[in-house]
């Protein structure tokens, strides 16, 4: 059974994704990650066809052959993804890597058992360490992070965190389409609510 690099899910949603960096630089214990389930299908197709060809699967960090990479519209792949807010930041205990339908390790134990074969920290795999014999690739900035913030609603679960990174990839007019559907759905839910309080008491006209 052939073995895929770079491939996991969110544990929390099990949706796909793909593995763009195991690790980032001073911060070994989140990834960025690629979700491709609401990807535009030209995007969707590149990177699929991309991850399973041989140069994908021989580089160490997917980002290394995404930063090499066009898509159809012939923008190059991982300032194009980064650009769009299509990395997202996540921790590495949270994505599961499934390299094949019948295996899957947590990205966080995946890390700790490369660095132990190389003989260095978890903290020393980041793209453009010393200590890294990856080639450095150009940062591509902050990634859109859905992790918990410090005073955060900690009780919010990564998939709601998930929809509401989402939500951000809405251009203007889906996002304005999006809030008229929620305003008419409130107002028919206002409607019936109304419906019901004056069924258990009727609103007393005012005498003149």
Known sequence: MVSLKHVGRIKATNKRCLVAFRTLPGDAFNCLIIPTENLPDNYHDSLINLVNSPAGQDANEFADVLNRSTFPDGSTMLPALHSQGRLVKFPTDQIEMIPSSNAH???????????????????????????????????????????????????KTVAERQEEAAALLLTPDQQASKLRSEADRLYKEAAKLRKEAEELSPTKKKEK
């Open 105 to 155: 390790i947590i990205l966080s134990e995946l890390n700790a058992i490369i660095a132990e074969q190389r003989g260095v920290s978890v903290s020393d795999l980041s793209v453009g360490n010393p200590k890294n014999p990856n080639v450095e690739i150009q940062e591509v900035g902050s990634a859109k992070d859905i992790s918990p913030k410090v005073g955060e609603d900690v009780t």
